[in-house]
């Protein structure tokens, strides 16, 4: 590099270089005190410390988020005497109103990617988390539960291969919905299907139009039976009904009774004469011939009234059901 | 045999070679770092000449260097987002491309650009003022080589990597700013969470002195490359070879020993 001969050649140069020195300074000073404020140095913070029983992927100025905000950062990490470890995490103090006394902290890992500290606060109405207060880290590592799930993973898979097996039962019972769904397609439909065939639901349905028509005609019937029943009810208790004609002939069969009692006592006196008679009976042979002519008479008489007595006795049971054996005999 | 000790006597002659050309490295920037620290070696020539090498490896370079880096990191950090997203991971672009960029990349490009620019044409000043013996012309003169030759160039070479840094790494983080989260000023405070996750003071302290690092190898490299030339001038190419080459090296070297410090 071939020089100027002297400095005039360079116009300003002193301020050039003053200006390139001071800007550079100040470039630098300034990047050095936004650091340190981005790092929070000039920050009031307030300390949170989180016991865990491990740190996997923990590492210093880590951010610890609240609903996926960043509300604090480690600050440092060590192992107590217990074998946990102590996170003592720098929280500013404009983001600890986020934290609460009933605050959780987990630490989540996931496949890919870090760790993360997350604060979970259900009700932010609760009382302030104190400076220095110690809470425990919940960790839940989704790497360490893929053995196990694995495993499980694989007896069901072996469940599904013996399910789906060809000689399997679920595959038998499907070929015997499928036979069924089959037969259900049929003329008789879903009948076929559980009966088994055509013929058997012909008959079911064959079975059910009779049934159809014997209800049809028992519809009938019991209209009969209906009419009939109320025309049963005006003959027997409706005026001039057998229950009417019933008494009548109860009073008349009483008036009869009287008759044939009446009858009784003449032909008992009757034969009271006619022992009378006997004692002398050759005496009297003579007018005994009359007297069985008259004899003859009354009997008639008696025979006729208690067949009428029968005979009304008869008429009374075949009307009232009163099953009575009830017969007036001559002696 | 006598090719074997021959080969052996060689190789041991280059290895020395390549040993006394450190050592003299070495005690150069001692020499250079010890004289800058002293008050006393800024007069008003002194003052003049490395203000005049500011003025040649920073301000002159300032306006096109960093519209690159700008663009560079633009591009860059597009990738990283755009590939983030794609992966789901979203939350982590604004880091990655802050530590790509500002801790790794854009030092090492800016020492890059800076030794490609001016280390080679210091080298050869060097080592042409050497063969020319103008060197020797200006100590018989009584004239303070050091304080008047080397050491501004190492103050030159050593702030322009610094201040070139700076530039494009505010640069890159304003415009990692825009790509994630665009033309609003509403995730300030998230932006400011993940740089004072990425900034840590030993990071800074790192990124301070790999830039130190840097400048001062851009520099003390050519120049003691320079005057280490042999009085012959087919020798000028050959020396400005050698220095870029061990400066590639030495800044390479750098980079990779601030890596794994960082992360081993």
């Known amino acids: 590099m071939k020089r100027p001969a002297g400095s005039s050649l360079i116009k300003n140069l002193e301020f050039k270089v003053g200006a390139l020195l001071v800007s550079t300074v100040l470039l630098v000073v300034g990047f050095v005190i936004y650091t340190m404020y981005a790092r929070g140095d000039f920050q009031r913070t307030q300390n949170l410390t989180l016991i865990a029983p491990k740190a996997d992927g923990v590492s210093i100025g880590m951010p610890m988020t609240f609903s996926g905000f960043p509300i604090g950062a480690v600050k440092r990490m060590?192992?107590?005497?217990?074998?946990?470890?102590?996170?003592?995490?720098?929280?500013?103090?404009?983001?600890?109103?986020?934290?609460?006394?009933?605050?959780?902290?987990?630490?989540?890992?996931?496949?890919?990617?870090?760790?993360?500290?997350?604060?979970h606060t259900s009700n932010l109405k609760d009382q302030p988390l104190a400076d220095g207060a110690s809470r425990t880290l919940l960790t839940g590592d989704a790497t360490e539960e893929i053995p196990v799930l694995l495993e499980k993973l694989k007896s069901i898979l072996n469940n599904i291969a013996d399910m789906t097996n060809k000689?399997?039962?679920?595959?038998?019972?499907?070929?015997?919905?499928?036979?069924?769904?089959?037969?259900?397609?049929?003329?008789?439909?879903?009948?076929?299907?559980?009966?088994?065939?055509?013929?058997?639901?012909?008959?079911?349905?064959?079975?059910?139009?009779?049934?159809?028509?014997?209800?049809?005609?028992?519809?009938?019937?019991?209209?009969?039976?209906d009419?009939?029943?109320?025309?049963?009810?005006?003959?027997?208790?409706?005026?001039?009904?057998?229950?009417?004609q019933t008494q009548e002939s109860v009073a008349k069969l009483n008036a009869i009774l009287g008759d044939a009692?009446?009858?009784?006592?003449?032909?008992?006196?009757?034969?009271?004469?006619?022992?009378?008679?006997?004692?002398?009976?050759?005496?009297?042979?003579?007018?005994?011939?009359?007297?069985?002519?008259?004899?003859?008479?009354?009997?008639?008489?008696?025979?006729?009234?208690?067949?009428k007595v029968n005979h009304l006795i008869n008429e009374i049971n075949k009307k009232w059901p009163f099953a009575r054996d009830v017969e007036i005999k001559t002696p | 045999m006598i090719f074997v000790t021959n080969f052996l006597t060689r190789r041991g002659t280059a290895l020395l070679a390549t040993w006394r050309i450190w050592r003299d490295t070495l005690l150069f920037a001692a020499r250079a770092i010890l004289t800058a620290a002293t008050p006393a070696a800024y007069n008003s020539a002194t003052r003049t000449v490395v203000m005049k090498q500011i003025y040649f490896t920073v301000v002159q370079i300032l306006p096109g260097f960093t519209l690159f880096?700008?663009?560079?990191?633009?591009?860059?950090?597009?990738?990283?987002?755009?590939?983030?997203?794609?992966?789901?991971?979203?939350?982590?672009?604004?880091?990655?491309?802050?530590?790509?960029?500002?801790?790794?990349?854009?030092?090492?490009?800016?020492?890059?650009?800076?030794?490609?620019?001016?280390?080679?044409?210091?080298?050869?000043?060097?080592?042409?003022?050497?063969?020319?013996?103008?060197?020797?012309?200006?100590?018989?003169?009584?004239?303070?080589t050091m304080r008047l030759e080397f050491m501004p160039r190492v103050i030159g070479g050593m702030i322009s990597v610094l201040a070139l840094t700076a530039f494009t790494s505010v640069i890159a983080l304003v415009l990692a700013y825009l790509a994630v989260y665009g033309w609003q000023t509403w995730s300030l405070p998230d932006f400011s969470r993940?740089?004072?996750?990425?900034?840590?003071?030993?990071?800074?302290?790192?990124?301070?002195?790999?830039?130190?690092?840097?400048?001062?190898?851009?520099?003390?490299?050519?120049?003691?490359?320079?005057?280490?030339?042999?009085?012959?001038?087919?020798?000028?190419?050959?020396?400005?070879?050698?220095?870029?080459?061990?400066?590639?090296?030495?800044?390479?070297?750098?980079?990779?020993?601030?890596?794994?410090?960082?992360?081993?």
């Open chain 1, 167 to 225: 000689e399997s039962q679920i595959n038998q019972t499907l070929a015997n919905v499928q036979d069924v769904t089959h037969r259900m397609t049929g003329e008789y439909g879903v009948l076929e299907g559980v009966l088994g065939g055509p013929e058997k639901a012909r008959q079911v349905v064959a079975v059910l139009e009779k049934t159809n028509a014997l209800l049809a005609s028992l519809n009938g019937v019991s209209l009969k039976v």
């Open chain 2, 69 to 144: 880096a700008a663009l560079l990191s633009y591009v860059l950090i597009q990738i990283v987002v755009t590939t983030a997203a794609s992966y789901g991971l979203s939350e982590y672009a604004l880091e990655v491309s802050m530590r790509l960029l500002v801790l790794e990349l854009l030092p090492l490009i800016t020492a890059l650009f800076v030794a490609l620019r001016s280390s080679s044409a210091i080298n050869t000043e060097i080592a042409l003022m050497k063969i020319n013996g103008e060197l020797l012309a200006l100590e018989n003169a009584g004239v303070d």
């Open chain 1, 261 to 307: 009692r009446e009858s009784l006592k003449k032909a008992d006196a009757l034969l009271a004469n006619a022992q009378a008679a006997s004692a002398d009976l050759p005496r009297i042979t003579g007018n005994v011939r009359e007297a069985t002519a008259d004899m003859a008479n009354l009997r008639t008489e008696i025979d006729d009234s208690v067949r």
């Open chain 2, 194 to 264: 993940i740089m004072g996750n990425v900034f840590q003071n030993t990071v800074l302290l790192g990124i301070f002195l790999k830039s130190l690092a840097f400048g001062l190898a851009v520099t003390v490299i050519p120049v003691a490359e320079g005057m280490a030339t042999p009085r012959m001038l087919f020798m000028a190419p050959i020396s400005v070879l050698r220095g870029m080459v061990r400066l590639f090296f030495l800044i390479m070297l750098i980079e990779v020993a601030s890596l794994a410090f960082k992360y081993i």
């Open chain 1, 227 to 244: 009419a009939v029943l109320a025309k049963t009810d005006s003959r027997l208790f409706g005026p001039q009904g057998v229950m009417d």
């Open chain 1, 78 to 119: 060590q192992l107590s005497e217990d074998g946990n470890v102590r996170l003592e995490i720098a929280i500013p103090s404009k983001d600890a109103r986020w934290l609460r006394e009933n605050s959780v902290f987990t630490l989540e890992k996931g496949f890919i990617g870090g760790a993360k500290i997350k604060a």
